[in-house]
């Protein structure tokens, strides 16, 4: 096997990814018709669609992270795969809804080998601003994928129907993983494995919990992530039911946002390794929370948001949250290279525990308007900001003494 070239990479860690993405945002112009088609008397019910492959993330991660650091990367991406083939094919063929969310679950789990792998594989091999250079790349074509995913999803809907998009889901996978067998060699030498114990379990979560830096960027990840899903999961009922979009339109729409946030991303690469990861993620966090709270102001005047409104705000957010995603992360993870598997599924897990409570909080909340969404931003994103800026503080002070 020829080594890998840097950008080929990125590419391929972009794309084991974009599985999770994919599996989301495909789906989402589908979420009214399969609300229908299962007989989901509540609208709002049917955002479990979304959350549970998140939930089903959370538990995977526990597993995946620890396995990958006793195995291998490249074991557990294979297995990742495996999952996700078997829960793809349940949610094709079920005709229960509650086995349909189960389907959806054992995705979650099946995409956390492929989401816990790639982060622990670019720890492997970099490190520092390097990193986050590398991850922002990754990001900036991961961005793809949401990009055209809802474009994809309403195509084959408009041609064959939803179910379609899970044999879609397939495909994507198998591809992903010839190419995985084929191109990418294992960065986890057998002499740099840890066995799979409880005690390493138990050491890699008090690393975690014991260090100042990761327990903040692990909290500002899931506070910001809890934001971001609570959108996606009211994204179909804000776009075609709240302001009477057509499917077509939200395809257009959502795909805008990604290459917003993927062109933010691609800012972040140049921008990193001259302003640093942490200015970024505070300022980047104020921003976000000061526009908010703005936009709160405007929905409380009684002035009536337009949907151009809606879009232009959502814009602004989309276009902060590129500069985001791929920092957050790597500063979490940067002062836990010596147990990277195990540590990132402990981040992973723990940040996607948190966010898909707040998101199923602000999901559950959806009453028409914005204003549940728009307050999640900007509580979260507030929040976020003090703790980072209580971080940086506090590093100062170790600094000094």
């Known amino acids: 096997m020829s080594k890998i070239h840097s950008r080929e990479f990125a590419l391929l860690m972009a794309l084991l990814m974009s599985v999770v993405s994919f599996s989301i945002d ?34 995977g991660q526990l597993i995946a992270g620890p396995l990958s650091d006793a195995i291998g990367r490249k074991r557990i991406l294979f297995s990742g795969i495996a999952i996700y083939f078997v829960g793809s094919l349940l949610c094709y063929l079920t005709l229960s809804f509650e086995l349909f969310l189960l389907g959806r679950f054992i995705q979650g789990v099946g995409v956390a080998g492929p989401y816990v792998a790639t982060i622990s594989v670019v720890r492997d091999k970099y490190s520092g601003n390097q990193m986050a250079k590398v991850m922002s790349l990754i990001m900036m074509v991961f961005m793809v994928a949401p990009a055209i995913a809802p474009a994809i999803g309403q195509v084959i809907i408009h041609f064959s129907g939803w179910r379609e998009i899970f044999l879609l889901y397939i495909a994507y996978a198998l591809v992903v993983g010839i190419w995985i067998a084929l191109r990418l060699e294992e960065t986890l030498l057998p002499e740099q494995r840890l066995p799979m114990q409880i005690k390493a379990f138990q050491s890699g979560f008090r690393e975690v919990v014991s260090n100042r830096t990761t327990m903040s960027y692990l909290l500002c990840t899931g506070l910001c992530f809890g934001g971001f899903i609570g959108y996606l999961g009211t994204s179909q009922q804000i776009f075609m039911q709240q302001f009477g979009q057509s499917g077509q339109t939200f395809s257009l729409c959502f795909a805008l946002l990604a290459a917003l946030m993927g062109v933010a991303s691609f800012v972040n690469s140049r921008l990193v390794a001259k302003i640093g990861m942490r200015p970024i993620c505070m300022y980047g966090m104020l921003c976000i929370a000061v526009l ?10 009684g002035i009536k948001i337009t949907f151009w409104m809606f879009l232009l705000y959502a814009s602004l957010l989309f276009s902060v949250f590129g500069c985001l995603f791929g920092n957050l992360n790597a500063i979490a993870m940067e002062p836990m290279g010596h147990v990277a598997g195990m540590a990132s599924a402990i981040i992973g897990a723990s940040a996607s525990m948190l966010s898909l409570i707040l998101a199923s909080v602000i999901g559950q909340l959806y009453d028409n308007t914005l204003v549940p969404m728009t307050w999640g931003f900007a509580i979260l994103c507030g929040a976020s900001f003090l703790i980072m800026l209580s971080e940086k503080r506090w590093l100062l002070r170790l600094q000094a003494s």
Do not use: E, K
């Open 26 to 59: 495909a789906i989402l112009p589908a979420l009214g018709q399969i609300g229908r088609v299962f007989a989901v008397d509540n609208p709002n019910l049917v955002q479990w669609v979304i959350t549970c492959i998140f939930a089903g993330m959370t538990l």
């Open 292 to 301: 908010s709270f703005g936009f709160l102001l405007v929905q409380y005047s």
